[in-house]
C-alpha cells in the first residue's frame, strides 16, 4: 500500500470518528426523535468502517513491518469505530 493509500486511511477514519460523534451528538440534542436518514447515515458509517478495518487488516502485517504507525492507528480506528457502531444499534435494539 502506497502512501497516498495510508494517508486515505487514516483521513476516513478520523472523518467516520467526527460523523459517529456528530451522529450521537444529534440524536442527543434531538433526545432520540431522530428521523430515518440519521439511521441511514449510520449505517452508511458502519459499512465504511467495516470496509476500511478490513482493507487495513490485509496491510497490518506490512504496516507492523514498515512501521507505519499511521496506517496501524487508521485500522484501529476504522476497527473501533466499527465496534462502537455495533455497540450502538444493539443498545438500540435492546431499548
Request: proline letters at 1%; aromatic letters at 12%.
Amino acid at each position: 500500500m502506497n502512501q497516498k493509500k495510508v494517508r486515505f486511511l487514516f483521513t476516513m477514519s478520523l472523518l467516520e470518528l467526527i460523523v459517529l460523534y456528530g451522529c450521537v451528538m444529534y440524536a442527543y440534542m434531538m433526545k432520540g426523535n431522530v428521523p430515518s436518514a440519521a439511521g441511514i447515515v449510520g449505517l452508511v458509517l458502519m459499512v465504511c468502517s467495516f470496509t476500511g478495518s478490513v482493507y487495513g487488516r490485509f496491510e497490518l502485517k506490512t504496516f507492523k513491518e514498515n512501521r507505519n504507525h499511521m496506517g496501524i492507528v487508521g485500522t484501529r480506528l476504522h476497527m473501533l469505530i466499527f465496534l462502537a457502531l455495533l455497540a450502538l444499534y444493539v443498545v438500540g435494539l435492546v431499548l
